[in-house]
């Protein structure tokens, strides 16, 4: 099992009163690092399933007292005679795996926030990004290059905001679900224009591979989309670099669009409308899946307070994309 470091600075007048709530949870190791003049440094190794616990009870306290500071640091190795006694028993070893083998293991929500956070944000970083796969990816389709479609989708930053919409539902986040939202959406925008763009300047393109087998809907693009959403959703739990699984994000996302704007460049209203019911029925697909993972994994709003709130904007969620998914079934089906 994994472990982290939780650096806390307490004020003095309050050391007393949270250093017994702080041994109360479950942890490798506890000490007090050293003090300041006002506050005092407290150290702590915790297994990762209690690392949100432990940053919960810190994020309370922290709203009620001024001076509380707290620093989450990854721990790659941690050698203590506990630690050696468990690593040479085998049962007690293999009852640990035992127990997480029947649970989603993830980050602590605080982490996952932290994430989120960056992943949803309209940076320049992602408009380049957002503007060169766009490009190299048409320039794949007028060319009928898989290998440049597929270059394109591995430099594509659609990874983050799509799965920080299916995050911020989970959570009832309002805020933070719009914010990704409208990342995402000015995402797919600038890949309208640039894919219309080239669509309108160069005639070709629209007989290739590349463009037809993205003119129609099948059942197999609703398998591909949730599968896609489902494992970026995995991948932000379990911090895995979303480079490859970003890739399998944007196959859901970016040929279609580009297939969309192309297809508007040329006037082609009849592809237009296929490859827009395309992208809605992967993007409904991805958002569904990954509110499905979220939830399953156990993430839960961050002020229990507003929990009647928050559950009622979470169903709301569930509503909305559900009802969107079965409107788009229905609409694939009738135009088999």
Known sequence: MSMQL????????????????????????????????????LRMIVDDDEVEDVLDYLEAVSTLYDGFETILFPVNTYISRETIEERD?????????????????RASRQELMHTIEKKSQFTMNYVLLIVFSAMVATG?????????????MAIAPLIGPAISVSFAAVLGDVFRLWRAFVTLLFGFIMIVLIAAGFGFLFEAGTQTTQYTSRTVVSLADVIIALASGA???????????????????AVALLPPTVTFGISIGQTLWIDTYWSFLLIMTNVTCIFLSGIIIFFLSGIRPMKWKEEV????????????????????????????
């Open 140 to 152: 794949g389709f007028i060319n009928d290059s898989e290998a440049v479609v597929i270059g394109a």
């Open 309 to 336: 709130t928050i559950n009622v904007s979470r169903l709301l969620s569930f509503i909305v994309v559900g009802v969107i998914f079965i409107t788009l079934l229905v609409v694939l089906f009738l135009s088999m």
């Open 6 to 41: 939780i650096e806390v600075y307490i004020p003095k007048e309050q050391y007393d009163n949270v250093k017994p709530a702080l041994n109360g949870f479950s942890q490798q190791s506890v000490w007090k690092a050293y003090e300041l003049e006002n506050r005092i440094l």
């Open 89 to 105: 028993n085998p049962d007690e070893q293999q009852e640990d795996d035992e127990d997480d083998q029947g649970k989603l293991l």
């Open 231 to 249: 494992a970026g959703a995995l991948a932000l739990l379990n911090r895995v670099s979303s480079g490859m699984v970003g890739v399998m994000v």
